[in-house]
């Protein structure tokens, strides 16, 4: 309701001129925090609704979750330009208001659907604590976050720096994108979580390693390094969705671990661009982005053996 609420106000809003920045600044506070809020909801509440309704299949309905909402934003990001093209950008916007109306309706058919003893019913004897399980669930949601928004940032400058064109570059950000969809299938062949850290971390450095390559090295990297930050991320949602039996313990460490995680992640495209504007090159920064990834690992490794099988 929040999304539709937001793309009603700004497709319905009057048109202003280029110097009425009052009447654009609320519009545009409006359909991001509206819109904002929405996304920072659901991001919490569906590894939880994921544990609550289906507990003997979490890991696999996590990575359906994981490759719908990947696929849905590819189709979105290459469907709403040539809509506004032809139709305007008001009727473009007021259509990417029909999935989220979608899924409402869907949401309110499913509840009246589910066995009663598969429903989510309130507590008011619900403690917040910070554990250990918690913190590092947020460390690690934070780095493979951090990691994932600097790349999507800064790809295409990398790119053009180490020598590709514009184009190129665009290209190549398209197919770090893309290649992540299928990769959100990998946790239905029922991997055990320790096993794919290495891999993890061997897509980490090979494809940050194969950034530095032109040609096809730029290509490899993206491909390598789509396909890594989309399993990390599916394993993330994964970690939290099972990271207990009880659904109030649940939805607790996933509303901390995706605040917390998330406020981290947004440090890092602004860290890259500083330290890029200081030394006048990217490899500090890469570096810094390579020790990232080792941390990254090491924290999930520690998450999975330690406190998470707890």
């Not at 029909?98 to 309706?105: Q, V, W």
């Not at 494809?207 to 990390?232: D, K, P, Q, Y």
């Not at 006048?280 to 920064?285: E, K, M, N, R, V």
Request: hydrophobic letters at 50%; one cysteine or more; aromatic letters at 10%.
């Amino acid at each position: 309701m929040l999304v539709v609420s937001a793309i009603r106000h700004y497709s319905t809003a009057p048109s202003h001129n280029q110097y009425d920045y009052c009447s654009i600044s609320y519009t545009t506070i409006n359909l991001f925090c509206n819109i904002g809020g929405a996304i920072a909801l659901l991001n919490i509440l569906i590894p939880t609704l994921i544990a609550a309704t289906t507990p003997s299949r979490v890991t696999q309905m996590t990575s359906y979750y994981s490759l719908t909402m990947n696929l849905i934003a590819a189709i979105g990001t290459a469907i709403i330009l040539p809509l506004a093209t032809i139709w305007g950008w008001t009727t473009a916007m007021q259509l990417l208001g029909l999935p989220a109306g979608f899924a409402l309706l869907a949401s309110v058919f499913y509840r009246h659907a589910l066995p009663t003893q598969s429903r989510v019913t309130p507590t008011t004897n619900v403690h917040w604590k910070l554990d250990r399980s918690t913190t590092l669930l947020a460390l690690f949601m934070g780095c493979q976050s951090l990691i994932f928004y600097t790349l999507i940032t800064w790809l295409p400058t990398i790119y053009q720096a180490f020598g590709a064109s514009a184009a190129e570059a665009g290209t190549l950000l398209s197919v770090f994108q893309l290649v992540g969809i299928p990769a959100a299938l990998v946790l239905t062949y029922r991997w055990h979580f320790q096993r794919l850290l290495p891999l993890i971390l061997l897509g980490y450095l090979v494809g940050l390693t194969c950034l530095l390559w032109r040609g096809w090295g730029h290509w490899l990297s993206a491909i390598i390094l789509g396909l890594t930050c989309s399993l990390v991320f599916t394993l993330a949602l994964n970690l939290i969705a099972t990271s207990s039996r009880r659904v109030t313990v649940v939805a607790q460490r996933s509303a901390i671990a995706q605040s917390c995680g998330y406020l981290l992640a947004a440090v890092g495209p602004l860290l890259l661009g500083q330290l890029n504007h200081i030394f006048a090159s990217w490899q500090p920064g890469l570096l810094l982005i390579g020790g990232l990834m080792i941390l990254t690992v090491s924290i999930g490794y520690t998450l999975v053996t330690t406190t998470h099988q707890q």
